[in-house]
């Protein structure tokens, strides 16, 4: 029998067209129950004891990990898919040509079909949240509906969860309608849709987090990009990070990276010992995403919209960071790592060595060494295994993370990763050459990926899967935000992975980069001055600080070599 839908939200649902909206899904989904959440400590605990029960999580050891759980999602539902992934504008154009677009009726049937009664024996659980801070004008509210109680806990530690998010709605504010169904998790049946013009998004099939958080990727990026368009503002797929100079004084950095380039690592940074000594500390405003707007000092303020990291787990260690490896001793759910006996976690690049056996993340047994039927090392954790951790839990989390106006920032990093060509690091000559940079911002495949090795990908301010319309538009967008801004950040490409002849990192990369960044707030505040070579200002080896680095001869000069033939090779390739 169906349940009385209006009688389980009533209690809880002031708005008229947000009851509207959760009515309509229920009857075409026909979930056995409601749940609206109020972000309460007592409904985490609920909710945790339904997942318990359910199987979709497992209880960590106590002793090791408090009130750390673990997940598995299906076997072919481990990535964003975003060949599945489409912006459903009403014209194509409006898409552009590096989206898939799909026809916002055609789209809305083809889920349709798919959600109907796809929620019988399910809860459907009702998640008002908001991005950003609740009270700041820079945030925004969505309400996602989902079947996942997964989901429901990751978002109670992604975002702003509760009670607060519907009292900042009222009975008439305006939201994005998040909608998530599991469905069958079939990828034949999986489908990522984006509504700007309805402010909605629509994801079905799929449990895994960058397609089912609906408040991340498809928010807090493709939505909010188009939004920040027409509103005069930036979303952007950027860390915050914090830098305090011995004095005591702050400037803030963003940074955009292609995904899985180190990002989570840079936004956590630790300080090498000889600028620890010299008194530079890091804060932490975000890892992911920034929300930039234009300040009553014609510069830029950003907030990070998210209250949570949802990073990558293979290869986190103390010595990559430290500070990430301290965020997820407690509270944290993992995704996808290896299981082990006592009831601890795993993953391939661990501080302690391989357990003797495991469950992998498929639930197989496994032990170190162990071969896959085409010979190849089984790994024990998925390359792309996560960890959902509040961003309070990281020890160098800044204290203006709540911050209802954004931090100020100073410069913006667009960083790419390439064997050669870009130099460690070189300095815009203005804003509009800064959007060039960021524009033709790229990556090389290396050994670990598959594909041929060195190939370039060209991913525009790292957000070439996340722009929410014309990335032409996006462009302009960039341009026509520095014609608006009196004092616009400096603007910064950086590359930490140039390699020498035998392919060897010449850079050590990690806290070491904080010596460019140091470079970098001198630029800010006028005081050094840069090299002027053709592709940007570089800086003198005078005024960054290498001591205690013990760079190889001549390896700060192979660093930045500018070579002619090359540059002349990245001109035609960008403008392919
Ligand atoms: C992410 C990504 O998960 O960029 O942050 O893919
Ligand atoms: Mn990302």
């Known amino acids: 029998m169906t349940p009385n839908y209006v009688s389980l939200i009533e209690p809880f649902i002031s708005h008229s067209s947000l009851k509207d909206w959760i009515l309509e899904v229920a009857n075409l989904a026909q979930p056995d129950s409601i749940c609206v959440l109020n972000g309460s400590e007592s409904e985490k605990t609920r909710l945790e004891a339904e997942a318990l029960a359910s199987g979709e999580l497992v209880k960590l050891n106590p002793a090791v990990l408090p009130g750390c759980f673990y997940h598995r999602s299906s076997s072919n539902d481990v990535a964003r898919t975003e060949n599945l992934t489409y912006i459903c504008a009403q014209n194509q154009k409006d898409a552009g040509p590096t989206n898939n677009w799909m026809d916002p009726s055609e789209a809305y049937a083809k889920a349709v079909k798919i959600l109907a009664g796809s929620m019988r024996g399910r809860t459907l659980y009702v998640i008002p949240f908001s991005m950003g801070p609740v009270h700041s004008a820079f945030s925004k509210i969505g309400v996602e509906l989902t079947d996942s109680v997964y989901v429901a806990l990751n978002m109670r530690i992604m975002t702003r969860v509760g009670q607060a998010a519907l009292d900042r709605l009222g009975s008439d504010g305006v939201y994005t309608k998040c909608l998530h169904g599991k469905a069958d998790l079939d990828i034949n049946r999986r489908l990522v849709l984006h509504f700007p013009q309805d402010n909605a998004i629509w994801s079905v099939g799929s449990g895994y987090g960058g397609n089912a958080l609906l408040g991340k990727k498809c928010l807090a990026l493709r939505i909010a990009s188009a939004l920040g368009r027409k509103e005069g503002w930036m979303a952007e797929h950027m860390l915050i990070l914090g830098v305090e100079k011995p004095d005591g004084t702050k400037f803030y950095i963003a940074a955009a990276f292609p995904s899985a380039c180190g990002k989570t690592n840079l936004a956590m940074l630790t300080p090498p010992e000889t600028l620890r000594k010299k008194g530079y500390k890091i804060w932490t405003v975000g890892d992911d995403i920034a929300w930039l707007h234009i300040n009553e000092q014609g510069g830029l303020s950003a907030i990070n919209p998210e209250a949570g990291c949802f990073g990558v787990v293979s290869g986190t260690n103390s010595k990559s960071n430290i500070n990430a490896m301290r965020m997820i001793g407690k509270n944290t759910i993992f995704t996808n790592v290896a299981l082990k006996k006592d009831g601890t976690v795993w993953w391939e690049g661990h501080d302690d060595p391989a357990p003797d056996s495991a469950l992998d993340w498929k639930a197989e047994p496994?032990?170190?060494?162990?071969?896959?039927?085409?010979?190849?090392?089984?790994?024990?954790?998925?390359?792309?295994?996560?960890?959902?951790?509040?961003?309070?839990?990281?020890?160098?989390?800044?204290?203006?993370?709540?911050?209802?106006?954004?931090?100020?920032?100073?410069?913006?990093?667009?960083?790419?990763?390439?064997?050669?060509?870009?130099?460690?690091?070189?300095?815009?000559?203005?804003?509009?050459?800064?959007?060039?940079?960021?524009?033709?911002?790229?990556?090389?495949?290396?050994?670990?990926?598959?594909?041929?090795?060195?190939?370039?990908?060209?991913?525009?301010?790292?957000?070439?899967?996340?722009?929410?319309?014309?990335?032409?538009?996006?462009?302009?967008?960039?341009?026509?935000?520095?014609?608006?801004?009196?004092?616009?950040?400096?603007?910064?490409?950086?590359?930490?992975?140039?390699?020498?002849?035998?392919?060897?990192?010449?850079?050590?990369?990690?806290?070491?980069?904080?010596?460019?960044?140091?470079?970098?707030?001198?630029?800010?505040?006028?005081?050094?001055?840069?090299?002027?070579?053709?592709?940007?200002?570089?800086?003198?080896?005078?005024?960054?600080?290498?001591?205690?680095?013990?760079?190889?001869?001549?390896?700060?000069d192979q660093l930045f070599v500018v070579n002619k033939k090359e540059w002349l090779e990245e001109q035609r390739a960008q403008e392919e």
């Not at 959007?435 to 990926?449: D, F, H, I, N, P």
């Open 366 to 556: 496994w032990t170190p060494g162990l071969k896959g039927v085409d010979g190849k090392l089984v790994k024990a954790a998925h390359p792309n295994s996560r960890f959902t951790a509040s961003i309070r839990q990281c020890p160098c989390v800044s204290s203006e993370v709540d911050n209802e106006f954004g931090v100020p920032i100073s410069a913006i990093l667009f960083g790419g990763r390439r064997a050669g060509v870009a130099p460690l690091v070189m300095e815009s000559f203005s804003w509009n050459h800064g959007v060039y940079l960021g524009a033709t911002m790229a990556s090389e495949r290396t050994a670990a990926q598959t594909g041929n090795v060195g190939e370039v990908r060209r991913d525009p301010m790292a957000m070439l899967p996340f722009c929410g319309y014309n990335m032409g538009e996006y462009f302009e967008h960039w341009i026509n935000m520095g014609r608006k801004m009196q004092r616009p950040p400096r603007i910064y490409h950086v590359n930490w992975f140039r390699t020498d002849e035998k392919n060897n990192l010449l850079w050590p990369g990690f806290g070491e980069n904080l010596r460019i960044l140091e470079w970098i707030l001198q630029r800010c505040e006028g005081r050094v001055n840069a090299i002027e070579s053709p592709v940007g200002g570089l800086p003198k080896v005078k005024d960054v600080d290498l001591s205690g680095l013990n760079l190889g001869p001549g390896v700060w």
